[in-house]
C-alpha cells in the first residue's frame, strides 16, 4: 500500500533553538556560581561501535575488512548541530552564542570513491552556523575568538548516562592542553535540556510515529500464518524506508510470535526473528523508525491469524486497560512512579514484576532511551518492578514517554515466584499452566504531555474489534473510506 505521507522538511531553526536553550541553561548555572560568561561548549562527533570499542568521529570498517559500517551521528551532537557526516567538532562561544563547526580536511581520493568534496561554504550554508573551519585549524579559532583571559575553557561532554550506565566520551584532539577544561557542567545540563521537546522536534516525533503506525498497520494487514518472523520486519523496514525516507530504525526491530513473545528484548543476533509462527500464534511486534535523528517506538500484539481467542482477549485487554488508564491519568505534576504502581495493581497483588519486569516507558526523542530519566539528586526506586523504571520524575509538558504495560508467562519468573513459600498462595497453577505457551503481550503508544493532559502520537489499531476487522482487510481507521 502506498503512503499519503510525505516526509517534512528539516529546518535547521531546530538545532539553533536547542542551542540558544543549551545556552540559557549554561549561562543561569555559571551566574548562579558567580562564574564568568566565557568559554565554549566543545563536542566532538564519536560513534559507539560494536558495545567493545569507542571510536573518534570517522565511519569504521568491521573488524579487519574493508566494509564500513553505516555511520549514525552521536545524539548530543545531532542535537546541538543537525550533522549527518562523520568527522566532525563543534563548538558553542557562550559569550557570543556564536557556533562553530569543525570539519574534517578530506583527502582527494575521497572525490573518487565517495563524491565531490564539499566546500566550507557549502556546509555553513547546510546547517546554519555562524562559521566552519577545518578539524587542524580548532586550537587557532578558539584563540581567536575567546573574549576571557588566559587559557580559553572548554566546557567538554562528560557524564553517566542513567540507562545505559555507561560514560560519554569527552572531546579529543591535538592541541587540547592548550585549554582548561571542564568535565562536570555541560552533560547534565544538556542531558536536561533534551527532556523537553521543542514545537520543531515534536513535529519530527510525529512523523516518526505517523510512518511507524502506517507501517504497523500494513504489517498487520499482510500477516498470514505459516509466514517467518523476519519477513514481519522487512515489511517494516520496507513501508518506513519508501514512503518515510527513514534510513534508520530507532531500535533493532523485535517480531515474535508465539513462546517468543516472552523474551523481552528477541530480536538480536542470537534470537533474529526467524522463527515461523503457527495457526493460533500471538505476534508482538515492537518496531519504529527513526526520521532525521528523532525517534518512535510502537509496540502491537495481535493474533497472527486475525481472530482472539477467549484467553488471548482476555490478556489483552487487561494490557489495554492499564495503558488507556494510564495516558487518561497523564499530566504535568503526575509522578511516573505512581503510574507504575497503578499498573502493577492491575496484575497480580504486589506480584506486578514477575508478569511485567520492565518498567512502564521511558523518554523519547533523539534517542530511544533518551537522556534525563535520572537527575542529580533523584534516586531510583529498589523494589521489584519499579528498579527497572527509567524515571522517576514527575510529568512536565513537553516531555514524549512511551506507555508500555505488557503481561508476559516467563518460566524464568514464574517458577522461582511459584516455588516461593511467600508467593506461592498467589498463583493458580491450573490457570498458569493454561497460559504455559502464550508468550506475552505489550501495548506501546508514544505519549506527548501537554499542559493539561496528554496526546497520544500513536496511530494503530488498539481495540480488538479493530484489530479483527484490519486484518480482515478494513481501512484505517475504520472510518476512512477506500
Given at each position: 500500500m502506498a503512503s499519503s505521507l510525505k516526509p517534512p522538511e528539516v529546518p535547521m531553526e531546530l538545532h539553533a533553538v536547542n542551542q540558544e536553550k543549551l545556552l540559557n541553561s549554561l549561562r543561569q548555572n555559571l551566574n548562579e556560581t558567580s562564574r564568568p560568561l566565557h568559554g565554549f561548549v566543545f563536542l566532538q562527533a564519536i560513534l559507539f561501535f560494536l558495545y567493545t570499542s569507542i571510536f573518534g568521529g570517522e565511519e569504521q570498517n568491521r573488524y579487519c575488512t574493508d566494509h564500513t559500517e553505516l555511520f549514525r551521528q552521536e545524539s548530543y551532537f545531532a542535537y546541538l548541530f543537525g550533522v549527518r557526516e562523520p568527522g566532525f567538532y563543534g563548538a558553542i562561544d557562550i559569550a557570543t552564542g556564536k557556533s562553530i563547526l569543525f570539519a574534517p580536511r578530506l583527502p582527494s581520493e575521497y572525490a573518487v570513491w565517495l563524491g565531490t568534496i564539499k566546500p566550507l561554504s557549502f556546509i555553513q550554508e547546510t546547517y546554519k552556523v555562524s562559521m566552519v573551519h577545518y578539524t587542524d585549524e580548532i586550537v587557532g579559532v578558539l584563540h581567536d575568538q575567546y573574549k576571557g583571559s588566559g587559557k580559553p575553557l572548554l566546557f567538554l561532554l562528560h557524564g553517566l548516562n542513567t540507562d545505559s550506565d555507561r560514560f560519554s566520551k569527552p572531546a579529543d584532539f591535538k592541541g587540547i592542553e592548550k585549554f582548561k577544561t571542564e568535565l562536570n557542567m555541560l552533560h547534565p545540563v544538556l542531558s536536561e535540556c533534551r527532556v523537553l521537546k521543542?514545537?520543531?522536534?515534536?513535529?519530527?516525533?510525529?512523523?516518526?510515529?505517523?510512518?511507524?503506525?502506517?507501517?504497523?498497520?500494513?504489517?498487520?494487514?499482510?500477516?498470514?500464518?505459516?509466514?517467518?518472523?523476519?519477513?514481519?520486519?522487512?515489511?517494516?523496514?520496507?513501508?518506513?524506508?519508501?514512503?518515510?525516507?527513514?534510513?534508520?530504525?530507532?531500535?533493532?526491530?523485535?517480531?515474535?510470535?508465539?513462546?517468543?513473545?516472552?523474551?523481552?528484548?528477541?530480536?538480536?543476533?542470537?534470537?533474529?526473528?526467524?522463527?515461523?509462527?503457527?495457526?493460533?500464534?500471538?505476534?508482538?511486534?515492537?518496531?519504529?523508525?527513526?526520521?532525521?535523528?528523532?525517534?518512535?517506538?510502537?509496540?502491537?500484539?495481535?493474533?497472527?491469524?486475525?481472530?482472539?481467542?477467549?484467553?488471548?482477549?482476555?490478556?489483552?485487554?487487561?494490557?489495554?486497560?492499564?495503558?488507556?488508564?494510564?495516558?487518561?491519568?497523564?499530566?504535568?505534576?503526575?509522578?511516573?512512579?505512581?503510574?507504575?504502581?497503578?499498573?502493577?495493581?492491575?496484575?497480580?497483588?504486589?506480584?506486578?514484576?514477575?508478569?511485567?519486569?520492565?518498567?512502564?516507558?521511558?523518554?523519547?526523542?533523539?534517542?530511544?532511551?533518551?537522556?534525563?530519566?535520572?537527575?542529580?539528586?533523584?534516586?531510583?526506586?529498589?523494589?521489584?518492578?519499579?528498579?527497572?523504571?527509567?524515571?522517576?520524575?514527575?510529568?512536565?509538558?513537553?516531555?514524549?514517554?512511551?506507555?508500555?504495560?505488557?503481561?508476559?508467562?516467563?518460566?524464568?519468573?514464574?517458577?522461582?515466584?511459584?516455588?516461593?513459600?511467600?508467593?506461592?498462595?498467589?498463583?493458580?497453577?491450573?490457570?498458569?499452566?493454561?497460559?504455559?505457551?502464550?508468550?506475552?503481550?505489550?501495548?506501546?503508544?508514544?505519549?506527548?504531555?501537554t499542559s493539561n493532559g496528554s496526546k497520544n502520537m500513536t496511530n494503530v489499531p488498539r481495540e480488538t474489534g479493530e484489530i479483527e476487522a484490519v486484518m480482515a482487510g478494513a481501512p484505517w481507521p475504520l472510518n476512512k473510506k477506500i
Open positions: 521543542s514545537d520543531l522536534e515534536l513535529a519530527l516525533i510525529q512523523f516518526a510515529n505517523d510512518i511507524s503506525s502506517e507501517a504497523h498497520v500494513e504489517v498487520m494487514r499482510n500477516t498470514k500464518v505459516g509466514m517467518k518472523e523476519y519477513q514481519l520486519e522487512s515489511m517494516f523496514l520496507h513501508h518506513t524506508y519508501m514512503y518515510g525516507g527513514c534510513r534508520h530504525c530507532s531500535y533493532t526491530c523485535i517480531c515474535a510470535t508465539g513462546e517468543n513473545s516472552a523474551v523481552l528484548h528477541y530480536g538480536h543476533a542470537a534470537a533474529p526473528n526467524e522463527r515461523t509462527f503457527e495457526d493460533g500464534d500471538m505476534a508482538l511486534l515492537d518496531m519504529g523508525a527513526e526520521y532525521n535523528f528523532y525517534g518512535s517506538d510502537i509496540t502491537c500484539s495481535f493474533p497472527v491469524n486475525g481472530k482472539f481467542t477467549n484467553d488471548q482477549k482476555l490478556i489483552y485487554n487487561a494490557v489495554l486497560e492499564a495503558h488507556n488508564a494510564v495516558i487518561n491519568a497523564m499530566k504535568p505534576g503526575v509522578s511516573w512512579v505512581d503510574m507504575h504502581k497503578n499498573v502493577e495493581d492491575m496484575m497480580v497483588e504486589r506480584l506486578g514484576a514477575v508478569f511485567m519486569p520492565h518498567g512502564l516507558g521511558h523518554f523519547l526523542g533523539i534517542d530511544t532511551h533518551d537522556t534525563g530519566g535520572y537527575p542529580k539528586g533523584a534516586e531510583r526506586p529498589k523494589e521489584p518492578g519499579l528498579k527497572s523504571l527509567r524515571t522517576s520524575r514527575e510529568l512536565c509538558e513537553g516531555m514524549v514517554i512511551t506507555v508500555e504495560p505488557g503481561c508476559y508467562f516467563i518460566d524464568a519468573l514464574l517458577v522461582p515466584a511459584m516455588e516461593n513459600a511467600k508467593t506461592s498462595k498467589f498463583f493458580n497453577r491450573e490457570v498458569i499452566g493454561r497460559f504455559k505457551d502464550f508468550g506475552g503481550v505489550r501495548i506501546e503508544s508514544d505519549v506527548l504531555v
